[in-house]
């Protein structure tokens, strides 16, 4: 959760920049970590100044990276930061699941993981059979069901119904602190500087690449000054 957080927050702040950017090809290589599993974006070639004043999109021919493009932004070449929220939702997808945006050696159903998982998202039964298998269940299950519920409204087909990325960075900063709640497994987010759903990203997709353990931390590393270990966790502010 905290590499999905700082990939948040720097799409935040280039959509809140005074000239709006759209990052438009948004993905898991493309976010970058330094030595304390700090995200950063990377590889600006595709980004693009977006819509001011009276404009409601910009307009611009179909560049990105199949799985991770907006079905909109494919079909029509419009192009809002929107489109980067859906790709954030298909990079948290990545991380609860451990699972690749696509992969042609699982079944022909499971090949497209938003098409396998999206029906799942938003229901409470299911929603946690697609968390990563190989965390072996050691994860705060309410944290678990609120980072399912923000992919699945990123992931909404309707641009207008996806979150801000600002109300995606309020609603991921509670989920940095361990809730503290007896009556759950041990919580998936007090594990490490990552930490539960968000090793995922680092043990199966990115530990190679930088290589070393990783120590915990001493306490909540949450940016959010509301947060503290043991508080309960905030609600989710996506609706």
Request: net charge positive.
């Amino acid at each position: 959760m905290m590499i999905a957080l700082g990939a948040a927050k720097g799409l935040a702040f280039l959509h809140n920049a005074e000239r709006p950017v759209i990052y438009r090809d948004f993905k898991t290589s493309n976010i970058l970590l330094d030595s304390d599993y700090t995200a950063k974006l990377s590889d600006f070639g595709l980004a693009k100044a977006g819509p001011q004043g009276d404009e409601t999109h910009v307009s611009t021919r179909v560049m990105g990276t199949y799985g991770y493009a907006a079905p909109e932004y494919v079909m029509t070449g419009h192009l809002t930061a929107r489109s980067d929220v859906y790709s954030f939702g298909v990079v948290l997808l990545e991380l609860l699941t451990g699972r690749k945006s696509v992969d042609k050696t699982r079944p022909s159903k499971e090949q497209s993981l938003v098409d396998w998982a999206r029906t799942k998202l938003n229901d409470k039964r299911k929603m946690l059979q697609i968390i990563d298998p190989r965390l072996e269940n050691q994860y705060s299950i309410r944290a678990a069901q609120k980072a399912c519920s923000l992919a699945y409204y990123c992931l909404s087909q309707n641009p207008k119904a996806r979150p801000l990325m600002s109300d995606v960075v309020e609603t991921l900063e509670p989920l940095q602190c361990n809730n503290g709640a007896t009556e759950e497994k041990s919580s998936l987010l007090s594990d490490g500087p990552i930490g539960g759903l968000g090793r995922t990203a680092r043990d199966y997709r990115l530990h190679n690449k930088y290589g070393g353990a990783v120590r915990p931390p001493a306490g909540c590393r949450s940016p959010n000054p509301n947060c503290s270990p043991g508080g309960g966790p905030t609600a989710c502010r996506v609706r």
